[in-house]
């Protein structure tokens, strides 16, 4: 079984910054993508931002540049640094992982708890 903790969330003031961090855990061979999804209450979930194992990554346009993901492999750790934050992007951020559990086999989707982020204006 695999789980991912998620940590970072809270409440900030609009323009301001908070760092989500995501670490997973288990017996598997290997995460190949990670990433950040936000949801809120009504909507569908969201992709925020994802990264491959290799470094390749894609942001949701709403990002503008103002989040970044990262990833340490090593540490089967995956974060988002978010700033100049407003309160559109009051959510509930989720990492997702997808996992090789052997080698050569296929990869399953994970996610973790989520975490709260909540922006003030």
């Known amino acids: 079984q695999v789980q991912l903790v998620e940590s970072g969330g809270g409440l900030v003031q609009a323009g301001g910054s908070l760092r989500l961090s995501c670490v997973a855990s288990?017996?598997?061979?290997?995460?190949?993508?990670m990433a950040w999804y936000r949801q809120t209450p009504g909507n569908q979930r969201e992709l925020v931002a994802v990264?491959?194992?290799?470094?390749?990554?894609r942001d949701a346009d709403f990002v503008k540049g103002r989040f970044q993901i990262s990833r340490d492999n090593t540490k089967n750790a995956c974060y988002l640094q978010m700033n100049s934050l407003e309160p559109e992007d009051t959510a509930v951020y989720y990492c997702?992982?997808?996992?090789?559990?052997?080698?050569?086999?296929?990869?399953?989707?994970?996610w973790g708890q989520g975490t709260q982020v909540t922006v003030s204006s």
């Open positions: 997702n992982a997808d996992v090789r559990m052997r080698s050569g086999g296929p990869t399953y989707p994970y």
């Open positions: 990264m491959t194992s290799g470094g390749g990554n």
């Open positions: 288990g017996r598997f061979a290997w995460i190949a993508t």
